[in-house]
């Protein structure tokens, strides 16, 4: 059996990964969000605010005797406010983080921990952003939260290729990382960002236009090209990459 933990599996990019996984009776998969909107009987869900850090801390992964592959899939993330630096309040900042970057942070080591010794396909993925190469103003935090996942994942995977010798204790590798943008999805991602204040965000009438011109990919055909690179991870080119890079 193969296991996917999928945080943001309630809509948009997320539900679209369980759902086309979950066509396959082989696959299980566990949902870390708020809402629940997936019935199926290979599905499970938990309840996760993961702008909450003592629920992020205390969520504990399951040992699977029998798995082949054990995934955990770093979906879920949100803009929050758009508007420039100074014109928040502390909290929304200090939940940006949390969301984007503390979660998936603190996810992928309790992930490494709990699965060190297990015997199968290891792998993590970030769904980063081109917002954590490119500055866009009104979305420093999550700009900075992307940017960090980013280099997190490179440290990562550097730590699982890196030789260490005399190790008294045992090493956690054998895991894989990658951190891949999706490109511009049409999800309530972008319906939040088309709803931005135009004084506080100089790039609306850019983002109006990747609608109304139809350059906005839908989260099916995202979440497909995804899971075809899940079947041959050889092919990912580097650990951080975004799905354009394959078409
Ligand atoms: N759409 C795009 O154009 C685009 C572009 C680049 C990168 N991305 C990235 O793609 C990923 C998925 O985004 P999406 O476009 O599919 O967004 P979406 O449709 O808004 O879905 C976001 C998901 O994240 C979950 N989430 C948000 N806040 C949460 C919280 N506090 N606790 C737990 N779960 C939470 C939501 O679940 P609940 O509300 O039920 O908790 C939801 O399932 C994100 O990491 C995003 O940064 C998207």
């Known amino acids: 059996m193969n296991y996917y933990y999928i945080t943001g599996t309630s809509r948009g990019i997320g539900k679209a990964f369980s759902e086309q996984l979950l066509e396959d009776p082989s696959n299980n998969v566990i949902g870390l969000s708020r809402q629940n909107t997936i019935e199926h009987g290979n599905y499970r869900h938990f309840y996760l605010d993961l702008t909450d850090v003592k629920a992020i801390a205390d969520f504990k992964f399951e040992l699977h005797a029998n798995a082949k592959k054990i995934y955990l899939i770093n979906n879920a993330g949100d803009l929050g406010f758009i508007k420039p630096i100074g014109k928040h ?65 490179r440290v990562v995977d550097a730590e699982q290729k890196i030789k260490i010798e005399h190790a008294k204790e045992s090493i956690h590798q054998g895991f894989k990382i990658f951190s891949i943008a999706p490109g511009v999805v049409n999800t309530k991602m972008q319906t939040d960002i088309r709803s931005a204040n135009k004084e506080n965000f100089s790039r609306l009438e850019d983002f109006i236009g990747y609608q109304s011109n139809n350059q906005l990919a839908e989260p099916d055909a995202v979440a497909m090209k995804y899971i075809n690179l899940f079947s041959n991870l050889n092919n990912i080119k580097d650990v951080v990459s975004s799905i354009k890079d394959y078409e």
């Open 89 to 153: 309040s502390a909290d929304t900042i200090i939940r940006n983080y949390t969301l984007n970057l503390i979660s998936p942070s603190v996810l992928t080591n309790s992930f490494i921990d709990c699965y060190n010794t297990t015997e199968a396909e290891k792998v993590i993925i970030n769904i980063s952003s081109g917002a954590g190469k490119n500055p866009i103003d009104g979305w420093a935090s999550y700009c900075a939260s992307k940017a960090g996942i980013d280099m997190f994942s």
